[in-house]
């Protein structure tokens, strides 16, 4: 814990972490050394980790990297930061993100955007997003794991830009309770660290049912660390079609065809597959995610939490929640609820949100029709490009940046587990990452399947 606190403040210009707890991470590490002492084995005591600022934490600023949280400290904790602290994990403070956890580089954020600890010469490179401070610190070794989000492949496309593994588990896995909601049917919180027995250990402390969250499952909760046997000989890998995109960077071919021959070397057995509706998926997350986030935002009214704007002589109720949101949310944040509003709205719930519910249901088949012809797990890259340079894609048109998730979003949407292990690099030293995509709730087997990628 001290190394890490020395390293943050030695990092400071990453601007990783946007509120540090020195103090009380000496405290948690001392009673962790005590519990070490009196004869406890678990594997997280002692061990500093990053908190995502989209999770709550007693008493602390949990703002989302959001204006309109400004002062907010919650009287409670997640559920999934609780049973980290509880197993023994000292907590160094609150990282960086996207507003709300919009965006795939950080760049949204109120607290200015966290820097990638790879660079090309003096260029500095975004750390992807939106759990871009998570990755930055982990990959910086300013912790030895950290909490993220994935939406829509804001825990694997930062682990992918940055070198380090990330985990989005099956939807309902981990809690979802105290984390603040963007899009509540494609929320899921994971592990962010180095390796992917880092990220097994971490999974065993932050998955588990919790009637707190209606949507967390009531499932067997293995061991993941024990999973991690290194032996897939006769496991089917799904190489799917859809994924090869035009104009697609040759390094990134190479890389695929690279972690396709690890694979068969190791012993599995590598058939090309079918994903057919994939090319609707980014659409159809380009109308959910906001959707959700529509509704989820609207209880930021100037009343209940945060920032209220400063009124005129005269002004109404209405006026004091539009000055507040005005000012409290972000550019990226209102396109986001407006783009909401208007496929809610009632001339155009049917033509856009509703028919992405459906093409949502016709992607989620498609993965059920391979898992059910004996594919094991899903081999694609995890991203389009490597890392690309601060302010380089905020400042284009937003579809350019909504692009990034290609490879990542399906997942989401059909509340698949899936994995961005780091594979190699582009031709400038960056890395990149390999994803695998796994059976709904054998994040065991597909942790397994990604060592043997490492
Ligand atoms: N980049 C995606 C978005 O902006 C994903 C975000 C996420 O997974 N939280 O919506």
Known sequence: TEACLGAIEAASALNAFVHKTPESALEQAKAADARIKAGETDDLLGIPLGIKDLYCTLDEPSQA???????????????????????????????????????????????????????????????????????????????????????????????????????????????????????????????????????????????????????????????????????????????PREYRMEGMPEEIEALWAEGRKMLEDAGAKVVDISLPHTKYALPTYYVIAPAEASSNLARYDGVRFGHRAKLAQGDGIVDMYEKTRAEGFGAEVQRRVMVGTYVLSAGFYDAYYNRARKVRTLIKKDFEDVFADGVDAILTPATP?????????????????????????????AGLPGISVPAGQDRQGLPLGLQLIGRPWEEGDLLNTAYALE
């Open 65 to 239: 990297a959001s204006r309109i949280l400004d002062g907010f400290r919650p009287k409670y904790e997640s559920t999934v930061t609780s049973q980290l602290k509880v197993g023994g994990a000292v907590s160094l403070g609150k990282l960086n993100m996207d507003e709300f956890a919009m965006g795939s580089s950080n760049e949204t954020s109120v607290y200015g955007p966290a820097v990638n600890p790879w660079k090309i010469d003096d260029r500095e490179l975004t750390p992807g997003g939106s759990s871009g401070g998570s990755a930055s610190a982990v990959a910086a070794s300013l912790c030895l794991g950290a909490t993220g989000t994935d939406t829509g492949g804001s825990i694997r496309q930062p682990a992918a830009f940055t070198g380090i593994t990330g985990l989005k588990p099956t939807y309902g896995r981990c809690s979802r309770w105290g984390i603040i909601a963007f899009a509540s049917s494609l929320d899921q919180a994971g592990p962010m660290a180095k390796d992917v027995r880092d990220c097994a250990i971490m999974l065993n402390g932050m998955a588990g049912y919790d009637p707190l969250d209606s949507t967390s499952a009531e499932v067997d909760l293995p061991d993941f660390e024990a999973a991690l046997t290194g032996d897939i000989r006769g496991k089917t890998i799904g190489i």
């Open 385 to 413: 490009s490597a890392a690309f340079g601060l302010g380089e894609m905020v400042n284009a048109d937003p579809v350019q940046m909504y692009l990034n998730d290609v490879f990542t979003v399906t997942v989401n949407l």
